[in-house]
């Protein structure tokens, strides 16, 4: 029998970005602020975000000094989208991800009207990307829940939240679902677990078990405020995808002993624990022990069980940028490594990025395989790449030859995981323009395929240069990813 080489037709390769990361236009056209607009410049291993505290939210909101947060400037893509999705079109893009932002359609998060102004952004923006047939892919949620709902609820630590995100969703649905068929609810919506830039909740002066406890019950309000978006769609319009979305940690036992085989397995279960709820529609069991574990009792509403069984995702997304290794018994050698949101231990057979993220492409290919063997459900890469520091030359040139290799190694897995017999629907790398860096607010950690003449200081032109990967990335989706 035969088995599937290269990718299939009509395979989406392109892009994947986020509003607080690229938009800027923070006080622009009616927009109120987002939690990560709050947060100041990190630099280069400090992410802050976690660490905010009420009064620090409160300054920034109404901050008059020259103190510059990143996120409110991004790469200023609301008034550059024209020439970026051209550039997107020039290297053949056939799908373009990137996030609305709630706080530009209601500045409060609840306002009483939606800001039609922040909706036309949004029109224009679809139109331009449909003029280059380039396959909207849209995140309901990427790590920006309105400073204003913090202030008011706490964020999703308070149910009440939901009813605001659900205008958000009806709005925004309603709006587009005719021109957008592919749709996800929260970005990494694993990531709730580390605080404040996923939950919108500052949980700094809880308990450890407290702030466990609110941080797994405002998961659940995103559990049901995506299955209620899902129903939304549905309705709007039954022929889009409704995804969810989870930053994966491929999970490595440090040692063939079966106690770390365990570890392994109930550690990979944490990660595990968001598409089983969103995908099979249902708390699994394992859950159960580790909340009476952790004496984490999670409130449900009544028909919150059944909302999440009917309105289940319909296809699984993910990041992958990293693994991690469970180790039962670590020596003192051994050394612990926080990446993204990935915590474990260091992996001898692996290298990693300027800032210590491991690079495991074949990591990916086992990931690939075991979601379709779990879920059966398309699979969507929607995250990978590599950040690092670029030198642009005096003749405007960058030659990344360590980010094609990044993106070959883990393309080349990917076609292998496709020759094993997955069912993957795309592939968008992070991020086409280079974007302000989430974690740690650096323009300097570089993601694109084009430069952007701007630094962390906030210095620069804005202008926009092809990088050698531009090239190099036109040429695999010209070949539909034979010529690598
Ligand atoms: C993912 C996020 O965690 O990783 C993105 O969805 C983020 O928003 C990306 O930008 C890369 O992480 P960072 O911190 O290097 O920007």
New binding site residues.
């Given amino acids: 029998t035969d088995y599937p080489h290269g990718f299939p037709a009509g395979f989406m390769w392109g892009g994947a970005s ?1 509003a607080t ?1 690229i938009e800027g236009a923070w006080n622009i056209d009616g927009k109120g602020l987002s939690g990560a607009e709050c947060i100041v410049g990190g630099g280069q291993h400090n992410s802050t975000h976690d660490n905010v505290t009420k009064a620090a939210l409160e300054k920034a909101i109404t901050d008059q000094s020259t103190q510059r947060y990143p996120k409110r400037h991004g790469n200023d893509f609301y008034h550059h989208y024209k020439e970026d999705i051209k550039l997107m079109a020039e290297m053949g893009f056939k799908a373009y991800r990137f996030s609305i932002s709630w706080s530009r359609i209601f500045p409060h998060g609840d306002d009483p009207a939606p800001n039609e102004q922040g909706l036309k952004f949004y029109d224009r923006v679809l139109a331009e990307l449909h003029h280059y047939e380039i396959e909207p892919v849209v995140t309901l949620f ?2 920006d829940t309105p400073a204003a709902l913090t202030l008011k609820y706490n964020g999703w630590a308070d149910r009440r939240i939901i009813r605001a995100a659900k205008r958000y969703t009806q709005t925004v649905l309603k709006r587009y679902a005719n021109q957008v068929k592919y749709w996800m609810t929260f ?2 919506i694993n990531t709730g677990t580390t605080g404040f830039h996923a939950t919108g909740a500052i949980d700094n002066d809880y308990s450890p078990a407290a702030r466990l406890q609110l941080r797994y019950q405002a998961l659940h309000h995103q559990f049901v405020a995506g299955a209620i978006a899902t129903k939304q769609l549905r309705e709007i319009n039954p022929q889009s995808k409704m995804g969810c979305m989870i ?1 994966r940690d491929q999970t490595y036992p440090a040692t063939s002993n079966p106690t770390d085989v365990v570890l392994a397995q109930r550690e990979d279960q944490l990660n595990l624990f968001y598409p089983d709820v969103q995908i099979r529609g249902e708390y699994p069991a394992y859950m159960n022990r580790y909340f009476s574990d952790h004496h984490i009792h999670i409130q449900m509403a009544a028909g919150d069980q059944e909302l999440l069984k009917v309105y289940h995702a319909d296809y699984l997304s993910f ?1 992958y ?1 990293t693994s991690r290794v469970s180790n039962s018994r670590p020596l003192a050698s051994d050394k612990k490594i926080t990446v ?1 949101m990935a915590r474990g231990f260091n992996n001898p057979y692996l290298k990693g990025t300027p800032w210590g993220w491991l690079i495991d492409p074949r990591g990916l290919r086992v990931t690939l395989n075991e979601f379709w063997d779990r879920y059966r459900v398309p699979l969507f890469i929607v ?1 990978n790449g590599l ?1 690092a520091v670029d030198q642009l030359t005096s003749t405007m040139k960058v030659h990344d030859d360590y980010r094609i290799a990044y993106l070959k190694e883990h393309i080349e897995q990917i076609k292998e995981a496709v020759s094993d017999g997955v069912k993957l629907i795309g592939y968008l790398m ?1 991020s086409p323009i280079d974007i302000v ?4 607010s650096e323009m300097s ?1 570089r993601y694109g395929l084009v430069y952007v003449d701007l630094d962390d200081d906030g210095q620069g032109t804005y202008k926009r240069i092809r990088k050698d990967s531009f090239f190099w990335y036109q040429r695999v989706i010209e070949t539909n990813g034979e010529k690598l």
């Fill in positions: 986020a990361q990427h790590y970005n990494e930053g990041s940028y993204n995250e950040g992070w860096s989430f974690s740690t950690k």
